[in-house]
């Protein structure tokens, strides 16, 4: 597969061309990587009006994928998860969206800018704020009940600690009560690439987005917005123009450039690399389970171990850290380690050595669920004066915009929202000191 991004940036490079252009280091190597780095001179395209290099390599993408277009993000999937829910009420006119809860933060800043009104889907029961098991069933009471088909259902599909969620029969009813599904794959790129694929497109999603840096060997940033061949070619035709608006003008070519690269990558022998690393961590999942552990359910790349007795996830990372290890995630009660070819098969080793014998037995408690009033719009709340003060004395204060941390990013409280008290025990659960709250 050629990389036209990659050979134009190395020409570029390796020429003698006086940069009287941006950026300011002029090609000089104050960290090395400064050649490659450049803007859309004359010949290196525009992101945002692709007519040459960029749009050859976005289509190489797209054969990859097998979407109807692939769009490249160099703002991460955070760009193209608004740039998804624009697309969605463009196409449908509606400005209700019915979500599952788990939305990583990105989702609540874009409903703000979009004045969404969200119809949340909640799960049974919670063992961690990272998940939201959706039922099929649940779905289709949830549409039947609104006066009018939504913009679009929803979801985060791998969520952070991997859980999958029911994505073909999900599908089935969204279309067939003529709604978009949109998927936020941030953490499943590679989903693709399996035999037989698991990605959310191949599942009967609409649209998704994938954080190729997340799973592959593409530069911070770097992500793809991928519409199906299902969406009408009018709404794929504006996918552009909806990353134009919640985008830079100054895109990085550094990681524009490593997701070109990132073509040839997939397309020679990456879904053998896969399966073998698929292969080791499986291993490894197997000497920790007989070794004591209590590994979760995950997608085919990460390693979720639920924390024993005496002990969290903060401190199991730290064990591992102490032996050179560092993590994806830890909180109280889960540990995540998130694999890919790139890892050397000693590394496996060297993980299972760290963690040794399970030190007691397992029981991940289930948390309470914090349902809040909505009293205001996302919109509303997220644009009124605000204060912060102590997350204990927030009970009965209006949501301003969710404080949380990145990882994992998902809010207990959404803006506009009342703080319940499961809500305040969820903030001392997770470590959440401050809140910011409408005054």
Same mark, same amino acid.
């Given at each position: 597969m050629n990389t036209p991004v990659a050979d134009f940036v190395r020409r570029y490079?390796?020429?003698?061309?006086?940069?009287?252009?941006?950026?300011?280091?002029?090609?000089?190597?104050?960290?090395?990587?400064e050649p490659w780095d450049i803007t859309e001179i004359h010949g290196a395209d525009a992101l945002y009006e692709a007519e040459g290099i960029l749009a050859q390599s976005e289509k190489n993408a797209a054969s990859l994928f097998g979407s109807q277009r692939t769009c490249y993000s160099t703002e991460g999937s955070s760009q193209c998860i608004r740039a998804m829910l624009y697309l969605a009420v463009a196409a449908s006119g509606s400005r209700t969206v019915v979500a599952a809860r788990n939305v990583h933060r990105a989702f609540v800043s874009a409903a703000a800018l979009l004045d969404l009104e969200i119809v949340w889907l909640? +799960?049974?029961? *919670?063992? *961690?704020?990272?998940?939201?098991?959706? *039922? +099929?069933?649940?779905?289709?009471?949830?549409?039947? #009940?609104?006066?009018?088909?939504?913009?679009?259902v929803y979801l985060t599909s791998p969520d952070y600690l991997g859980g999958m969620a029911e994505i073909p029969s999900l599908a089935e009813?969204?279309?067939?009560?003529?709604?978009?599904?949109?998927?936020?794959?941030?953490?499943?790129?590679?989903?693709?690439?399996?035999?037989?694929?698991?990605?959310?497109?191949?599942?009967?999603?609409?649209?998704?987005?994938d954080s190729a840096?997340?799973?592959?060997?593409?530069?911070? #940033?770097?992500?793809?917005?991928?519409?199906?061949?299902?969406?009408?070619?009018?709404?794929?035709?504006?996918?552009?123009?909806?990353?134009?608006?919640?985008?830079?003008? =100054?895109?990085s070519y550094l990681t524009l450039t490593s997701l070109d690269l990132c073509n040839r990558y997939l397309a020679e022998g990456y879904p053998q690399r896969l399966a073998e690393a698929i292969e080791r961590l499986e291993r490894l999942r197997e000497t920790l389970t007989a070794a004591g552990w209590q590994t979760e359910p995950s997608d085919p790349l990460r390693l979720?171990?639920?924390?024993?007795?005496?002990?969290? #996830?903060?401190?199991?990372?730290?064990?591992?850290?102490?032996?050179?290890?560092?993590?994806?995630y830890a909180d109280r009660d889960f540990l995540v380690l998130m694999a890919t070819p790139e890892n050397t098969p000693e590394a496996y080793t060297q993980v299972a050595e760290a963690l040794g014998r399970c030190s007691g037995n397992t029981q991940t408690p289930l948390l309470p669920v914090a349902r809040g009033?909505?009293?205001?719009?996302i919109r509303q709340a997220?644009?009124?004066?605000?204060?912060?003060?102590?997350?204990?004395?927030?009970?009965?204060?209006?949501?301003?915009?969710?404080?949380? #941390?990145?990882? +994992?990013?998902? +809010?207990?409280?959404? =803006?506009?929202?009342?703080?319940?008290q499961e809500a305040v025990a969820l903030f001392a659960y997770y470590g959440i000191q401050q809140v910011d709250v409408l005054v």
């Open positions: 490079a390796q020429g003698d061309t006086t940069r009287f252009h941006m950026p300011g280091h002029k090609g000089q190597p104050f960290l090395g990587c909640w +799960p049974e029961e *919670s063992r *961690s704020l990272c998940g939201c098991p959706i *039922s +099929p069933t649940q779905l289709e009471e949830t549409l039947a #009940g609104l006066p009018e088909p939504p913009a679009a009813v969204c279309h067939r009560q003529g709604v978009l599904l949109l998927v936020d794959n941030a953490h499943g790129a590679y989903l693709r690439f399996l035999q037989p694929s698991l990605h959310p497109l191949d599942a009967g999603a609409d649209l998704c987005c840096h997340k799973t592959l060997p593409v530069l911070t #940033g770097g992500a793809y917005l991928h519409i199906s061949h299902r969406v009408p070619p009018r709404i794929a035709a504006l996918a552009k123009d909806a990353l134009a608006l919640f985008g830079s003008t =100054s895109p979720t171990l639920a924390s024993p007795q005496g002990e969290t #996830g903060q401190t199991l990372a730290q064990r591992l850290r102490q032996r050179g290890i560092e993590c994806e009033e909505r009293v205001c719009s997220a644009f009124a004066p605000r204060e912060t003060v102590d997350a204990a004395c927030s009970l009965g204060r209006i949501c301003g915009l969710p404080t949380v #941390g990145c990882p +994992p990013a998902i +809010p207990i409280a959404v =803006s506009g929202e009342r703080i319940t």
